[in-house]
């Protein structure tokens, strides 16, 4: 007799005698309800569960286990150990069935382009490593001269909701801060890789948190005026598009877009068309130079008009246009670390 006819006998006849017996110890009114029954049989667990299957309420009832597992890291292999163990733990396969659907309504809603970007040079690095795992580092090596890019506009209108359910943002005062920052990140032994993030400045209790970074653009590569040009051309007629016509939810409402630009130093420098940050006239701000380090007695104020940036005639050291133009000047932020390693004369 096969385990699946068994089962059904089973549920069958112990789903009649809970009927037929729970009247008898319990109240009508209290509305029993019989949810599983465990048992062993040669040193194998088995349940039978009686719930109404509810395929939507099932599936996101498995997210928590995915992420678990998923920043654990927990191996497919241990998880099923641990299944076998445990029966009342989603199968793996359920799993994994799960991390195919969130895949698909990502893939949905924020959608990865792959640009495709010629004569882009990349290093190689013995230090700093990540991670050494070296199915990464194959899977990253496929990409090399492509990057991948979401539109920010997607992010954007994935993300609204949420932060107006929490209360973040106003629909009585339609106003997005966002963040635009870039770092670098060595995978492996072998690629360094560019990313460039934005973060909602409004939600101030997650402002730190990674999982409110939502990447833009990865690319394998190093920081290079030329390369970003390239690279961050679709992000950048987007952005653009965001600050003249404003953003349009799914219910009509417009939200003015305010973004900011925060990196080290360094890579703040090129996007603002800069020569070098240790460049004699280095700040992005104001025409000091090198020899007013240290003078107190001074006092600097913006004396640059990023206007004057994109002219034929820019200010000194300032060689190539800002790739962001539509951001304000005095919006460009160097992150406090590199503040104080400039202040300390250590950049």
């Not at 991948?148 to 997607?154: A, E, L």
């Not at 909701?161 to 005062?173: A, E, F, S």
Request: glycine residues 2%; charged residues 25%; contains cysteine.
């Amino acid at each position: 007799m096969s385990w699946m006819w068994t089962k059904s006998v089973i549920e069958k006849k112990d789903s009649k005698t809970f009927d037929y017996e729970v009247p008898k110890f319990f109240n009508s009114l209290d509305k029993p309800d019989l949810q599983e029954i465990k048992f062993n049989i040669q040193d194998k667990n088995y349940v039978i569960d009686y719930n109404k299957y509810d395929k939507e309420n099932n599936d996101r009832s498995l997210d928590p286990f995915l992420e678990v597992i998923d920043r654990g890291p927990i191996s497919h292999y241990a998880y099923r150990k641990l299944a076998a163990i445990q029966p009342e733990l989603p199968q793996a396969y359920e799993i994994l069935d799960t991390g195919k659907r969130i895949n698909q309504e990502m893939s949905t809603n924020i959608p990865i382009f792959i640009l495709n970007i010629e004569n882009i040079s990349f290093k190689t690095s013995n230090v700093n490593e990540d991670t050494s795992n070296q199915e990464v580092e194959e899977e990253v090596l496929k990409y090399i001269r492509k990057a991948c890019y979401r539109c920010i506009i997607d992010i954007l209108l994935y993300i609204l909701p949420g932060l107006v359910d929490r209360n973040v943002l106003n629909t009585n005062n339609p106003v997005i801060n966002i963040r635009i920052s870039s770092d670098g990140h060595n995978v492996g032994r072998t690629i360094k890789h560019m990313i460039i993030t934005c973060t909602i400045l409004d939600d101030i209790l997650n402002i730190h948190k990674a999982d409110f970074h939502y990447t833009l653009i990865l690319y394998p590569g190093v920081e290079n005026y030329d390369i970003l040009k390239k690279v961050m051309k679709p992000f950048i007629v987007e952005l653009n598009n965001l600050t003249t016509n404003e953003l349009v939810d799914s219910n009509g409402i417009k939200w003015r877009v305010e973004p900011y630009f925060s990196s080290n130093w360094k890579f703040m420098a090129i996007i603002l068309g800069f020569n070098a940050p240790n460049s004699k006239n280095f700040c992005p701000w104001c025409l000091c130079t090198k020899k007013d380090i240290g003078n107190k007695d001074n006092i600097y104020k913006l004396r640059k008009i990023l206007y004057l940036l994109k002219s034929d005639l820019p200010p000194p050291s300032h060689l190539k246009p800002p790739l962001l133009p539509m951001i304000r000047l005095d919006w460009y932020v160097p992150d406090e670390l590199h503040i104080m390693l400039r202040i300390w004369d250590h950049l």
